[in-house]
C-alpha cells in the first residue's frame, strides 16, 4: 500500500515550529480579557465630538486617546490575523477575528467624526493648529490630513462609509476561504515518487522539480480545481474591483488607480511609466525565453517549464536551521546590529511560523504591530531554494518594522508599501550576491544567474503584468464594461501573450491564473514589487560598493517608518523612483545576465 504525504494538522506541528504568538496574549481568554476593556471605552469618542475648534489642547486630548486605542485595537486584531492564518479553518479563531472585526468597525464609526470635523475648521485655524507646540508630535500628522481635505466627507457620510468596513471584507474573506480551505486539488505523484497532497505550497515547490511530467501533470491539476470555481472566483473579483470604484468614487477620486496610489503621494505617472518602460525590454525577455528552451532540449515551452533550475544537477536540499544560517551570512553588509537582531528574532523570539499546516495560509507575509515582534508567516520547503529566498524576503520585511518600531514614535511606527519592497528584495539581492560570490562551481553559478534572471522576471516583469491587469480592468469596470469570468479570462489572455511572446506556448488553462493571486483583492498593491525590486537593485549595488556613509543611509531608510514621504525616503537612501531609470536600469541588468547565460551556454 503506498504511504500518502499528507499536509499535517495544526495540532501535529512542533511547538518550536511555530511562531511565538502566546508573546503577544498568552491565553484567548486574555486576549477576551482586553478585548472587552478595549471595547467598554468605544463610546468615549463621543465626548470628543464638537470640540476640536476649542483649541489646540482640545485636538490634542482627542488625538491622544485616538492613537491610544488605534495602539490597543492594533494588537488585539494582529492577535486575532495571525491565529486565523495558522488555520483559516479553526472556528474559535474565525470567530475572535470576526469579533475584532466586528468591534474595530463600530469603533471606526464613532472615530469617524474626527477627520471632516478637523477639516471643517477655517484655514487659519488648521494652519494655528500646525503651529502649536502642544501639537508638534502631530504636525506631519495634520498635514497629511489637510491634504485629505477634498477627499474627506461630512461627518453623517464618513460613519456611513465606517460602518460598512466588516461588509467591505467579504469578497476577499470568500476568496480566502475558498481557495485556502474549501478548494482541493488532490493527490500528486512527486519527484522521487511519492504520492502527496497538492497544495497551494506544493504546487510551487513540485514547479522546480525535474521531472517534466510531473510538472505538467500538476500544473493541470491545480488548474483544474481553479476551472471548477471559475464562476464564482470571477464574480467574487469582479465584487472586490467594483468596491473599489464606489470607495474611490465616494471619495472624490477621479479613478480607483488614483485613490489607491493617493494614500502614499505616488502620481499615476510613476505607475505608467512602469508599465511603458518593462514594454521597452520585453523583446529580450522573449530571448530569455527561448534560451531556455533550448538549454532545456524541448520543443515547445510552457508555463511549467519556467520556473525549474536549468542547470541543478542534485536535488536541494536545505533544511530550516542551514537556511537561516546562509540568510544571517548573506545580510552580514547591514552590520553586527542588523545581523544580531535578526538571528535572535528568527531563532529565540520565534518570529517565524515556518511549515505548512492544513488551513494555514499560502505563500508568506510579514506581519505585526507596534507592540508585537514582527511575525512571519512561511510555508517553508527544504526542497525549494526559493524558500531560503522567501525568507530573506520577509526576514527583510520583518527587520525593517524592528528597526522603524525601534527609531519613531508609535504615530510614525509603520511604513507604507511602497517602501516596504524594496527592504525585502534588497535582502534577496544580498543573498543572491552571497551565493554567488561563495559559489564556484560553474553548473552550481549558472544555476544563480539562472536565478537572478527569474528573479527580475518574476518581481519586474510578471508583477508590472498584474499591474497592467488590475489598471484595464478597473479602467474597463469604470468605463461600464461588464466584468464576465469571459471579459476578466480574454483580457489576461492578451497579457499573457504580449508578456510572455510568440514563441511562448500558453496553455489555455493559464489564463485562470488572473483568478487566484490574493493581492488582488488589495487593489494596486503589486507594481509596488516592481517598483521595489528596481529600488532594492540600486541600494544593494549602492550599499556592496560603499562604504559608511551609504550603509548608513540606507538603516537610515529602514528606521525612517512614515516619518517622511515614500519617495522622499528612497531619495534619502540614494535612488530616485520619480524618473524611470532605475526601472530601466534594473532591466538592463536583466539583459547582461540573459547575454552572460547565452555566452555561457
Not at 241 to 270: C, K, M, W
Not at 492 to 519: A, M, Q, V, W
Not at 567 to 586: F, I, N, Q, S
Request: net charge negative; with cysteine.
Amino acid at each position: 500500500m503506498t504511504n500518502i504525504q499528507t499536509v499535517p494538522t495544526r495540532e501535529q506541528v512542533p511547538a518550536g515550529d511555530r511562531w511565538n504568538v502566546e508573546s503577544i496574549y498568552a491565553t484567548n481568554a486574555d486576549w477576551e480579557k482586553d478585548f472587552a476593556e478595549w471595547t467598554a471605552r468605544i463610546p468615549q469618542y463621543a465626548s470628543f465630538r464638537g470640540t476640536l475648534g476649542q483649541g489646540a489642547d482640545a485636538v490634542k486630548n482627542c488625538l491622544d486617546f485616538s492613537f491610544e486605542m488605534d495602539r490597543i485595537s492594533d494588537k488585539l486584531g494582529t492577535y486575532a490575523s495571525l491565529r486565523t492564518a495558522e488555520d483559516a479553518g479553526n472556528s474559535e479563531f474565525q470567530a475572535l477575528l470576526g469579533k475584532y472585526v466586528n468591534a474595530a468597525s463600530r469603533a471606526a464609526q464613532e472615530e469617524s467624526f474626527l477627520s471632516p470635523e478637523l477639516l471643517a475648521l477655517p484655514e487659519a485655524q488648521l494652519a494655528e493648529y500646525l503651529d502649536a507646540p502642544q501639537l508638534a508630535e502631530y504636525r506631519l500628522w495634520l498635514k497629511r490630513l489637510f491634504e485629505e481635505k477634498a477627499h474627506t466627507l461630512s461627518a453623517a457620510e464618513e460613519r456611513l462609509l465606517a460602518m460598512q468596513a466588516e461588509m467591505a471584507q467579504t469578497p476577499s474573506k470568500a476568496f480566502d476561504q475558498l481557495t485556502d480551505v474549501d478548494m482541493k486539488f488532490g493527490t500528486v505523484t512527486d519527484h522521487q515518487g511519492q504520492t502527496i497532497e497538492l497544495s497551494h505550497a506544493s504546487y510551487s515547490a513540485l514547479l522546480y522539480g525535474q521531472n517534466r511530467d510531473v510538472r505538467r501533470q500538476v500544473f493541470t491539476q491545480f488548474y483544474d480545481a481553479f476551472e471548477a470555481h471559475k464562476n464564482t472566483l470571477a464574480a467574487v473579483y469582479a465584487g472586490s474591483v467594483h468596491q473599489d470604484i464606489y470607495y474611490a468614487t465616494a471619495r472624490n477620486f477621479p479613478t480607483a488607480r488614483e485613490a489607491a496610489l493617493f494614500d502614499e503621494r505616488i502620481s499615476v505617472g510613476v505607475y505608467d511609466q512602469l508599465v511603458e518602460t518593462v514594454h521597452r525590454f520585453l523583446p529580450k525577455l522573449y530571448e530569455y525565453f527561448e534560451i531556455r528552451r533550448k538549454i532545456m532540449g524541448i520543443d515547445e515551452i510552457h508555463m511549467y517549464d519556467t520556473y525549474v533550475p536549468m542547470f541543478q544537477d542534485a536535488e536541494v536540499n536545505i533544511p530550516w536551521d542551514e537556511g537561516v544560517a546562509l540568510v544571517l551570512e548573506a545580510v552580514k553588509p547591514l552590520g553586527k546590529n542588523y545581523v544580531e537582531s535578526m538571528r535572535r528574532g528568527l531563532t529565540e523570539d520565534r518570529w517565524c511560523d515556518r511549515y505548512e499546516n492544513r488551513g494555514k495560509y499560502s505563500g508568506a507575509f510579514s506581519g505585526g504591530c507596534y507592540d508585537t515582534f514582527p511575525f512571519i508567516l512561511m510555508n517553508y520547503r527544504k526542497d525549494a531554494l526559493d524558500s531560503v529566498f522567501t525568507l530573506a524576503h520577509e526576514g527583510g520585511h520583518s527587520m525593517h518594522s524592528y528597526l522603524t518600531r525601534k527609531t519613531q514614535p508609535y504615530i510614525y511606527g509603520d511604513y507604507k508599501i511602497f517602501v516596504a519592497e524594496v527592504a525585502s528584495t534588497f535582502n534577496e539581492q544580498l543573498l543572491l550576491h552571497h551565493l554567488l560570490k561563495t559559489q564556484p562551481e560553474k553548473r552550481q553559478r549558472l544555476n544563480l544567474i539562472n536565478k537572478a534572471i527569474d528573479e527580475i522576471r518574476g518581481t519586474i516583469f510578471r508583477q508590472t503584468m498584474f499591474a497592467e491587469f488590475e489598471r484595464d480592468v478597473h479602467a474597463a469596470a469604470e468605463a461600464g464594461e461588464p466584468l464576465t469570468l469571459d471579459f476578466l479570462l480574454g483580457t489576461y489572455r492578451k497579457l499573457l501573450e504580449l508578456y510572455f511572446g510568440p514563441n511562448f506556448t500558453i496553455d489555455d488553462c493559464l489564463s485562470l491564473e488572473c483568478l487566484r493571486i490574493p493581492h488582488f483583492y488589495n487593489a494596486f498593491y503589486v507594481y509596488k514589487y516592481a517598483i521595489g525590486l528596481s529600488a532594492a537593485i540600486a541600494l544593494s549595488r549602492r550599499v556592496l560598493n560603499g562604504g559608511e556613509a551609504e550603509l548608513a543611509d540606507y538603516l537610515g531608510f529602514l528606521s525612517g517608518g512614515c516619518s517622511k514621504e515614500p519617495l522622499e525616503l528612497l531619495l534619502g537612501a540614494g535612488v530616485d523612483m520619480r524618473t524611470p531609470e532605475p526601472v530601466a536600469a534594473a532591466l538592463e541588468e536583466f539583459s547582461q545576465l540573459v547575454d552572460e547565460l547565452k555566452n555561457a551556454e
